[in-house]
């Protein structure tokens, strides 16, 4: 059972300050994360409800991985922790809006770059590419 509540009127999730998130049928809502600096968005993940708790304790992110099927501290082998500077969540409570401050070297992503969009496809043709790893991005 959840610790948030649930909320049963629409006027209430959508206009109310009460947050309850409405998890999907896996326990998960998906979170969206940005650098609160730059605008740059830099990852999307999702949460369960014990790793949003955590968030909201912590300060920092912490995400589930669905993977690895276990909690995920953002940063903690990285040292690249982020640091929620604001948190947003939908009209209908079922997405979250992160806005971070990276610390360590290197980027939000694993492959080392800043964000985990560096794949550019273009629209209309042409050939896709990739956004190179620059040199303060690298881990």
Known sequence: MSSF??????????????????????????????????????MVAHMNEESLRKTIESGEAWYWSRSRQSLWHKGDTSGQIQTVVEMRIDCDQDAIWL???VGGDGGCCHTGRHSCFYRI??????????????????R
């Open 121 to 138: 496809q273009p629209i209309g043709g042409g050939e896709a590419s990739l956004r190179p790893l620059i040199i303060s991005e690298a």
């Open 5 to 42: 509540p649930r909320l049963t009127s629409k006027h209430d999730a959508e206009e109310g300050l009460t947050l309850a998130p409405k998890f999907d049928a896996r326990g998960l809502v998906t979170c969206v994360t940005t650098d609160a600096d730059t605008g740059d968005l830099l």
């Open 99 to 101: 806005k971070v401050r």
